[in-house]
């Protein structure tokens, strides 16, 4: 089944304690992208990717890092997450030509205290 | 400057035809996507649109006017599973392959 994997689906964590929320998928995508969703602002993007090595900065990119040493594989690192992090984080990831949709994954629920 | 206006909130009734509106301005047009989103969960893509006219899915169509800058989602023969965030998400020219402008989503709640 063609699908994009979040992990985990809730975290509660405490302020300055390293996490890494993971994101895999199986379709060959090129095109792999980090959104936080809070409400009132809708989706906002955090870090998107184009290939394999190739990682950009979003709208919202500070406070987090990203790596993409594999197609399939594209991590989101919060290396000293703080309270104003709480928020819903979705990966998605594309073919990234013409209308080509997202595919998101299932969404990270994260609280920082 | 980059901007997308949606309706926050509608409400509708089960069986009925409801239309959520988008408004877009950007510096260059290459396409409008509607998603899907219910409460907690992923959005899923619903239409594309990147030339003027309507496009008919089963119950939703999505219709572009470029020239307005202008998108609609209209939804028939409401289900009371139709309760969701329609999210408008416009490709702007010149910006990498596949970088989107999100609205802020239209809350929309169906009464029996």
């Known amino acids: 089944e063609a699908q994009v994997t979040q992990n985990p689906r809730y975290l509660i964590t405490v302020t300055g304690k390293k996490l890494t929320v993971t994101c895999s998928q199986n379709m060959n995508h090129e095109y792999m992208s980090w959104y936080r969703q809070d409400p009132g602002l809708g989706l906002r993007q955090i870090y998107y990717s184009m290939n394999v090595e190739v990682t950009d900065k979003g709208d919202v990119p500070e406070g987090y890092k990203v790596s993409r040493k594999e197609k399939r594989n594209f991590p989101l690192i919060l290396e000293s997450p703080s309270p104003n992090q709480t928020s819903l984080y979705f990966c998605a990831s594309s073919r990234g030509q013409g209308g080509s949709p997202l595919h998101f994954g299932n969404g990270t629920r994260l609280t920082v205290t | 400057g980059q901007n997308i206006d949606q309706p926050t909130e509608m409400t509708a009734t089960e069986g009925a035809i409801v239309q959520i509106n988008c408004t877009y301005q950007?510096?260059?047009?290459?396409?409008l996507f509607w998603y899907q989103q219910h409460a907690g969960e992923a959005p899923t893509f619903l239409s594309y649109n990147v030339l003027d006219g309507l496009e008919e899915k089963g119950r939703f169509s999505s219709f572009l006017s470029r020239s307005k800058g202008y998108s609609y989602l209209l939804l028939k023969e409401l289900q009371m599973k139709d309760s969701a965030s329609y999210l408008c998400a416009v490709r702007e020219l010149g910006t990498s392959n596949y970088q989107l402008i999100w609205g802020a989503g239209t809350k929309l709640i169906i009464k029996p």
């Open positions: 950007t510096s260059g047009f290459n396409g």
